[in-house]
């Protein structure tokens, strides 16, 4: 009778591959289209970019129908859009309670996290080729119905200027998602941070001259709203006033969000 020995029973464990980043990304771009109100609100883009471009060629006159001026106009609905879209694809875990899920099946948070925010620049990219697209066609159409000449004053420099523009604004958004993880709140604080302080720190501007030359290093606002003038280059200064209101306003209360994420108690 063959006797087996005792360390010889064990049975070898199949090794276990994390999930790869792609699929996960993947996932998540998927969820974002999934619900009735995730499609409309990123089919909105299209829908604005199509009637902003309509309104630049019935009102716009003639000698004002340039492809700077669709751009120009198609942005305004746009980048109130995409940051909606970042806040809505964090916050949803929270809000729909989907979390549990989400976080059991991937214990790791931070890979959650980075997938979320690749898919979100990854829909940032993909509505910005398409409203270069659409402002292009009506370019092509302004010029044909009201008989203007064709002017493509945008080069391709100003258009990655422009995308990155778009995208701080999509991260920032973001960053709210993360930091608050309600959406209510996280839109809210979208607005004040977008709309209201600008408006502040423009009028304490133009009363306080101490204020005066501090704007730019503290108006996030202010200091990107050279990334959407297509008539001129950015300056080393701009880029700088870019970089330390970026640090002061996306990274640094990503930061304090990532970490309260990977703390928070998921129900």
Same mark, same amino acid.
């Given at each position: 009778?063959?006797?087996?020995?005792?360390?010889?029973?064990?049975?070898? /464990?199949? =090794?276990?591959?994390?999930?790869?980043?792609?699929?996960?990304? !993947?996932?998540?771009?998927?969820? @974002?289209?999934?619900?009735?109100?995730?499609?409309?609100?990123? =089919?909105?883009?299209?829908?604005? =970019?199509?009637? !902003?471009?309509?309104? %630049?060629?019935?009102?716009?006159?003639?000698?004002?129908?340039?492809?700077?001026?669709?751009?120009?106009?198609?942005?305004?609905?746009? &980048?109130?859009?995409?940051?909606?879209? !970042? #806040?809505?694809?964090?916050?949803?875990?929270?809000?729909?309670? +989907?979390?549990?899920?989400?976080?059991?099946?991937?214990?790791? /948070?931070?890979?959650?996290?980075?997938?979320?925010?690749?898919?979100?620049? #990854? #829909?940032?990219? =993909? !509505? @910005?080729? $398409?409203?270069?697209?659409?402002?292009? $066609?009506?370019?092509?159409?302004?010029?044909?119905?009201?008989?203007?000449?064709?002017?493509?004053?945008?080069?391709?420099?100003?258009?990655?200027?422009? %995308?990155?523009?778009? &995208?701080?604004?999509?991260?920032?958004?973001? @960053?709210?998602?993360?930091?608050? /993880?309600?959406? +209510?709140?996280?839109?809210?604080?979208?607005?004040?941070? +977008?709309?209201?302080?600008?408006?502040?720190?423009?009028? $304490?501007?133009?009363?306080?001259?101490?204020?005066?030359?501090?704007?730019?290093?503290?108006?996030?606002?202010?200091?990107?709203?050279?990334?959407?003038?297509?008539?001129?280059?950015?300056?080393?200064?701009?880029?700088?006033?870019?970089?330390?209101?970026?640090?002061?306003?996306?990274? $640094?209360?990503?930061? %304090?969000?990532? /970490?309260?994420?990977?703390?928070?108690?998921?129900?």
């Amino acid at each position: 009778m063959t006797t087996i020995a005792a360390g010889s029973s064990h049975t070898p /464990r199949t =090794a276990v591959h994390p999930v790869p980043l792609t699929r996960i990304t !993947a996932v998540e771009l998927r969820k @974002m289209f999934d619900t009735r109100s995730g499609f409309w609100l990123i =089919a909105s883009i299209a829908i604005t =970019a199509v009637l !902003a471009a309509g309104g %630049v060629i019935v009102w716009a006159p003639d000698g004002q129908l340039t492809y700077s001026t669709f751009a120009t106009a198609i942005r305004f609905p746009v &980048v109130i859009i995409l940051p909606l879209i !970042a #806040i809505l694809a964090v916050t949803s875990e929270w809000s729909q309670r +989907t979390g549990l899920t989400t976080f059991t099946l991937i214990p790791h /948070r931070y890979r959650i996290i980075s997938a979320k925010a690749i898919g979100s620049v #990854i #829909i940032a990219i =993909a !509505a @910005m080729a $398409l409203t270069f697209a659409v402002g292009a $066609l009506g370019n092509l159409l302004g010029a044909g119905v009201k008989g203007a000449p064709l002017v493509w004053d945008v080069t391709l420099t100003q258009c990655l200027y422009y %995308v990155f523009g778009m &995208v701080l604004s999509l991260l920032v958004g973001f @960053m709210l998602g993360v930091l608050i /993880r309600a959406s +209510t709140g996280a839109i809210v604080a979208y607005f004040i941070l +977008t709309f209201l302080l600008p408006t502040l720190f423009g009028l $304490l501007a133009s009363s306080a001259q101490w204020f005066h030359t501090l704007q730019p290093w503290v108006d996030s606002q202010f200091a990107q709203s050279g990334l959407f003038v297509f008539d001129k280059s950015l300056t080393g200064e701009q880029w700088a006033h870019i970089g330390v209101t970026g640090l002061i306003w996306l990274v $640094l209360p990503l930061l %304090v969000g990532l /970490r309260l994420v990977m703390r928070a108690e998921v129900k």
